[in-house]
């Protein structure tokens, strides 16, 4: 990876990163400040959004629901926002069992997370579609990103790497930094027990792969998935590629 993941520091949105370096097909690296991920902009300091218009964006891909969006819309000016929602189902889940009184383990909230992973292949593929269809009309500068960016962001930004040939462990790599970026909450929402919050504000593998087992049991692999789920055939393959790795090869 390059220098700027780890030294723009953006306040409103800790987890706002490119997914520029990782290496892709034939050894070609994926561009540098092309691909952004976020969580939300709705929350940006005049000193973030002068950084973040330093970088030319100007798409912005958001995977929120509508009450989210709503509540927290995004202040970048000179930016064409696109909504995408995939609505936060974990969400009213957890709270229907709070409300009846259930106390949740952490052991619980890693299987809620990943049937709501399984659930964003099989309820909202188009969801993601469209994010790529968007990618590929031009390499313009863009952001994706959805609350906190890493669940619906996290699995975005996987897909999208994998599609230009980066590796499973450099894939997971990028998931697992958000747990490096966002702050755990300094106090329990719903009386929460610690443990259980610190499943909920983090990432785990098992969330992930989560997703890719339902893309293997469905769609019987990830390039089937590619193909029929994201309708990404060969000639959309090769023009993300063109988009948005370097030229040449780091082959010898």
Known sequence: MGEF????????ALNFRHLGGYVGQDGRPVVARRIFRSDHLGALTADDELQISALGLRRVLDL??????????CVLESVTV???PIEPTIV????ELIAAGHQLTPNEIVAHMQHTY???VRNNTHRFAELFAHLLESDEP???HCTAGKDRTGLAAALILRSLGVCEVDVMR???LTNERLKMPESSRHGLAPEVVTVLSRVQPEFLQASFEAVDADYGGLEGYFREGLLLGDPERERLRELYLEPGSLRV
């Open 5 to 12: 993941n780890t030294t723009m520091h953006v306040s409103g």
């Open 64 to 73: 929120r629901g509508v009450d989210e969006r709503a509540a927290a819309p």
């Open 82 to 84: 696109f909504s995408l």
């Open 92 to 95: 009213q889940v957890l709270g």
């Open 118 to 120: 399984r659930r964003f």
């Open 142 to 144: 863009t952001v994706f």
């Open 174 to 176: 990028d998931y697992l």
